[in-house]
């Protein structure tokens, strides 16, 4: 499948203008990015069979495999198409980058590119029966080919010599097997092939139902999903390709349904059998159904799911969400909230939703605090922000208070820190802070590590308390980033501590395998020396610098880091 890519490089506008490239290899360079581009650089010699057809330059890379890259340049971008696996996500990739640079190299050193036969017009030459021979012997090299012929002719109304229901719906169903079995495993690569027999099933479906004939096209649908849900251990649909014909055909389905209106009681059970036994590879959804189902059909899917044997294979998981989903479509709020509370108190934030949507605030927050008061340690901060609002917006700011500082006691964190802030009013805030700085305290003596990151000194930090982020930081330690972001604030009063940090961060960075980090590292021993200066030590200075250059000499890039820096 070709890929466009429209937006085009500020510098150089990609045009055709006849045999000529129209593109340049700073092109190529912003198509694929600087990895990709050096990656293709190096398959240069791995290109053969380049051809022109008409704007198209056609070519085989042999990489992993060996694969079909085709380039076309637009108006206003680029249009490619290589059956590698990155590319096959969207990318320009290395294997287009080559064939690209190929056939730059070719044009600018006058080697001429063979153009390919014009395939279209040798097609229009031929008579309608060379035509079809022509094609029925293509359909003997590709049975692929074939059974989306035969589709596409059953769908166009050309089916069996046989012109009774019962054949012709046999026909159907024989071909739609056909289309959807699988012989052995299909890659990824293989994915977008086998969705496109999914899409030409759906096609046959949709056509039936236009011709008149939509209980033959329903009962062909529901085979076919039934059959396409069956394949999802042997087909590997990462891409979504599969999944996305797989929702075609059970649009066709429903618009079958709609004119065929098939017995609502059946339908139902095969929705709720595909729902809870499926694999999910077709993904029926009961807001697509309802309308079909008819409220007999409703019934009888809501007496099963909640009062039938839905079965061992269902999980519990899977049979709350259909309850969940159903409750919704047909409106029925205090079923909702039943079943939701059945799926324990991770469910209560959508219950306080489910129930502030419905206007029933008072049960709302009865739900919400009881959240709350049955919660651990990590209760969710949706079930706290509305029981607070909704006692402030009652004038309750004393019971709001009592909440927001529960819910810091239970996760002394930065965000709850601040929301606790933005609770209390100013006069009020001093003594408060005291009593959230010494719980943060407590909590940062219980971390597991001293490198992690530390609540009490990013509260500090962004406080702009120097010296308090400084003590907590000594005391309890932080990660590597809150430590600079201390220094930073302690240059002003210690430079000499700051400075320290900068060196051990500098070093700290020398010391990874990782060339990248040298100008930062640079830069951290720049700020280091200079503020061991700024405090009055020169003599600790200028042996750091010299300490750093001797220990790492052999590190050149590094070395011209810090020349770049003036060390």
Not at 240 to 266: K, T
Not at 388 to 411: P, S, T, Y
Request: with cysteine; aromatic share 6%; proline share 4%.
């Amino acid at each position: 499948m070709k890929r466009t890519l429209r937006s085009q490089p500020s510098h150089s506008p990609i045009r055709f203008n006849g045999p000529m490239p129209s593109y340049t290899r700073e092109d190529l360079l912003e198509l694929a990015g600087a990895k990709s581009y050096d990656r293709g650089v190096h398959y240069v010699a791995q290109v053969e069979e380049v051809v022109l057809d008409g704007r198209t330059v056609r070519g085989t890379v042999h990489g992993t495999d060996a694969y079909q890259v085709e380039l076309t340049p637009l108006r206003n971008g680029m249009e490619w198409d290589c059956d590698c696996p990155w590319a096959e996500d969207g990318n320009f990739c290395k294997h287009c980058v080559a064939l690209g640079l190929v056939h730059l190299y070719n044009a600018d050193h006058g080697v001429e590119t063979p153009r390919a036969p014009d395939l279209q017009a040798y097609l229009r030459s031929l008579s309608t029966t060379d035509l079809v021979e022509l094609v029925l012997e293509a359909t003997d090299a590709s049975p692929e080919l074939r059974g989306r012929l035969e589709l596409r002719a059953s769908a166009a109304g050309y089916g069996s010599n046989d012109s009774g229901a019962d054949n012709a719906d046999s026909a159907g169903r024989s071909l739609v097997e056909a289309a959807l079995r699988v012989t052995g495993f299909v890659e990824y690569t293989e994915a977008r092939v086998y969705a496109d027999r999914v899409h030409e099933v759906a096609r046959l479906v949709e056509m039936k139902t236009e011709q008149g004939m939509a209980t033959m096209a329903e009962e062909l649908a529901r085979h076919a999903a039934t059959l396409l849900d069956q394949q999802a251990g042997v087909v590997d649909d990462s891409g979504g390709h599969i999944g996305e014909a797989g929702a075609r055909l059970l649009d066709a389905h429903v618009q079958a349904c709609e004119i065929a209106a098939p017995e609502s009681r059946a339908l139902a059970e095969w929705l709720l059998d595909l729902q809870l036994d499926g694999t999910g590879l077709t993904d029926p959804q009961m807001g697509d159904y309802a309308g079909v189902l008819g409220e007999e059909g409703l019934e009888h899917y809501r007496r099963e799911l909640f009062e039938g044997d839905t079965g061992e294979t269902a999980n519990s998981w899977s049979t709350g969400f259909l309850k969940s989903e159903y409750a919704r479509e047909v409106g029925d709020t205090d079923l909702l909230v039943q079943t939701l509370a059945s799926q324990g108190s991770g469910a209560y934030p959508g219950i306080v939703s489910v129930l502030d949507d419905a206007g029933r605030g008072a049960e709302a927050l009865e739900w919400a605090e009881k959240g709350l008061s049955e919660g651990s340690r990590h209760v969710s901060g949706r079930l706290v922000e509305y029981a607070v609002q909704a006692h402030r917006a009652a004038g309750r700011a004393e019971e709001a208070q009592r909440l927001r500082w529960e819910a810091f006691e239970r996760n002394p964190m930065v965000y709850t820190y601040r929301a606790l802030h933005r609770d209390f009013p100013d006069d009020q805030w001093p003594t408060v802070r005291g009593q959230a700085l010494t719980v943060l305290s407590r909590s940062a003596a219980r971390r597991q590590a001293r490198h992690f990151p530390c609540s009490l000194v990013e509260v500090l930090v962004d406080e702009g308390c120097a010296g308090e982020a400084w003590v907590a930081a000594t005391e309890h330690g932080c990660d590597p980033h809150q430590w600079l972001r201390v220094a930073a604030l302690r240059e002003k009063d210690r430079p000499e501590d700051a400075a320290a940090v900068y060196v051990h961060a500098a070093q700290e960075r020398v010391v990874r395998v990782d060339t990248s980090l040298y100008p930062e590292a640079a830069d951290l021993a720049r700020r280091g020396r200079d503020l061991y200066e700024r405090a009055g030590q020169p003599e600790e200075a200028r042996s750091f610098v010299e300490r750093i250059r001797s220990e790492h000499h052999r590190k050149r890039r590094f070395l011209a880091e810090l020349d770049r820096v003036g060390l």
